[in-house]
């Protein structure tokens, strides 16, 4: 089901790990956004789910805009940019308190909607440009299983730092705090993505300059 001579492959590593790093920082992060807003803002679901909208809407938008930078960027910078973007959104995200309102996390939601679009762009592009044609859809499925796993486990983590911060008699603080943990921890989770890609675009590099050079 795997070829695992792949793993040598340094576009491939980056595209799996690009997408474990995708659950687990910002699929993993959104999806506890709509439990932040009702807990520690006080948000109805229904209120809660459209504020989400901001972030995936920008994120489909920005996906389908991005078809445009496959003749201008390298899949692997791509990706690195993306999960950067994202990081930055997640940034403008921190701060957060129980007296906030929801406009507060709309600047932030906007940025990382559409890094969260120019990822998922170059994931699928690097994810199938990685592997020779008759394995591209082996290089997707492990880009797939990679995302998922890596938001199942997302979901987890943040759910346990949003809730390992206990207050007496202020729940909704406890749960900003809590929210606030979580993002560090997913801006970490952005920029170790970033340089996975950085370093795969330069082994790449290298590998088709030492070809060149035996070729010479």
Excluded: K
Excluded at 94 to 118: F, T
Excluded at 139 to 147: C, D, E, F, L, M
Excluded at 170 to 186: E, K, M, W
């Amino acid at each position: 089901m795997l070829d695992l001579a792949l793993f040598r492959t340094p576009g491939f590593v980056a595209a799996g790990a690009g997408a474990l790093f995708t659950g687990l920082s910002l699929v993993g992060l959104m999806s506890c956004v709509p439990l932040i807003l009702e807990r520690a803002l006080g948000l109805t679901p229904l209120a809660a789910g459209l504020v989400l909208a901001i972030w995936s809407g920008l994120s489909v938008v920005a996906a389908l805009q991005a078809r445009h930078l496959a003749t201008r960027l390298a899949p692997a910078s791509q990706l690195a940019i993306g999960l950067l973007t994202c990081g930055v959104g997640e940034a403008a995200l921190y701060g957060l308190s129980s007296g906030d309102g929801w406009v507060r996390l709309a600047p932030g939601l906007v940025v990382a909607g559409i890094g969260s679009g120019v990822l998922n762009a170059g994931l699928a592009r690097l994810a199938v440009s990685s592997v020779p044609a008759h394995r591209a859809a082996m290089g997707s499925g492990v880009n797939n299983t990679a995302r998922y796993l890596g938001s199942s486990l997302g979901i987890a983590i943040f759910l346990a730092v949003i809730n390992s911060v206990r207050s007496a008699g202020h729940p909704a603080a406890a749960v900003a705090t809590g929210a606030n943990h979580a993002i560090l921890v997913a801006i970490l989770m952005c920029v170790l993505g970033a340089a996975v890609a950085l370093w795969a675009r330069a082994a790449g590099a290298r590998r088709a300059g030492g070809g060149a050079d035996a070729g010479a």
